[in-house]
């Protein structure tokens, strides 16, 4: 099957190339990586980044896993990654539709991997900064910041392992988790520092 390129949010599209791989070689293994960092601006409003993030980062990542999720589940084999960030332990001011897409995803692969334990392996990949195309374009410093080949490293090492929440780098997953359990004044106190996409 040749790669292709396709809207993550055409579910039919979607549905067609998936299903059509996946008979011609039963998939081992989904990455659901669908995912934009987008900014609000003078041209832009609040409403529409939403939209536009949450269609493609939630709606593209359903449209990548459910056709083959029930398959993988009848075949009782099968793993699906799904892709959310650091910013989905915590609402980012400076991100609000960034990071409650990546809540959202996130929620939805630790659901789905307890409801299909044991039939299909669910794992969610939660990385911090790292070089990509999204990631130049940001204009503030970028703690840890890791090389795509070492954040692929560390996701295959966690995929093998089953791990259900791959985070990193440690100290970025540390002090995301760590602002969870903070009271919220104090948390809303720090975050409001952080910087704006």
């Known amino acids: 099957m040749d790669a292709q390129i396709i809207d993550v949010v055409d579910e039919q599209a979607m549905r067609q190339w998936i299903e059509q791989v996946d008979d011609a070689h039963p998939l081992d293994l989904l990455i659901a990586n669908a995912g934009i960092g987008l900014a609000t601006s003078k041209d832009r409003s609040l409403h529409e980044t939403t939209k536009k993030t949450f269609a493609i980062n939630v709606t593209g990542v359903f449209n990548s896993i459910h056709p083959v999720l029930e398959r993988m589940k009848k075949r009782q084999s099968g793993q699906i990654a799904i892709m959310a960030s650091v910013a989905g332990f915590r609402g980012m001011p400076g991100a ?102």
């Not at 900064?129 to 890791?146: H, I």
């Open 96 to 197: 609000a539709s960034y990071s409650a897409s990546k809540v959202a995803v996130k929620a939805y692969g630790e659901a789905l991997r307890g409801a299909y334990w044991g039939r299909v392996k669910v794992n969610v990949i939660c990385p911090g900064f790292v070089e990509s195309r999204m990631t130049a374009q940001n204009r503030f410093p970028m703690p840890f910041l890791m090389t795509a080949d070492k954040a692929a490293r560390i996701i295959a090492k966690g995929l093998r392992k089953n791990k259900g929440v791959i985070a990193f780098p440690f100290p970025t997953a540390f002090a995301m988790r760590f602002l969870t359990l903070l009271p919220q004044a104090l948390s809303d106190a720090i975050l409001r520092r952080s910087p704006q996409k």
